[in-house]
């Protein structure tokens, strides 16, 4: 299995993204519509409205600043490195202490992004 690494996007880029759109992680996104509506999964349910679109905001500002290893499109995910969590969270800090994405944001954000039906499937393949 072959699995992709958070290091390409530096801290001036990640501050950069926010700074250019007010600190607004939605104004970062192309696109914020739902990328991901998998019916079978359990974080999606415990999820409401509107930390669902959040979670696919952060997802797409993810794959904006790391394009090789985050994608909007559920098809073209790929597995996600054990722990990620904790590369996310190191190359985000400065944006967690300026309050402008939490850790709670980041754990929704992979929580949807892991829940879809062809990134599970992929998974499972390997």
């Known amino acids: 299995m072959t699995t992709i690494h ?3 996007a530096s801290p001036g880029e990640i501050t950069a993204l926010f700074d250019a759109n007010g600190g607004d992680v939605a104004a970062a996104t192309d696109d914020p519509s739902s990328p991901c509506a998998s019916p079978r999964s ?3 349910s415990r999820m409401d409205e509107k930390e669902a679109i959040r ?3 952060i997802i ?3 794959a904006r600043l790391w394009p090789k290893c985050f994608f909007v499109a ?3 995910r790929k597995p996600l490195m054990l722990h990620i969590h904790v590369q996310l969270h190191k190359h985000l800090q400065p944006m ?3 309050r402008r994405i939490s850790e709670r944001d980041i754990q929704i954000a992979l929580a949807r992004y892991t829940s879809c039906d062809s990134y599970r499937d992929r998974i499972a393949r390997c």
């Open 74 to 76: 559920p098809e073209e």
């Open 6 to 8: 958070v290091n390409t």
């Open 60 to 62: 797409a500002a993810f």
């Open 42 to 44: 359990t974080w999606r």
């Open 55 to 57: 979670a696919d905001q």
């Open 96 to 98: 967690i202490e300026a």
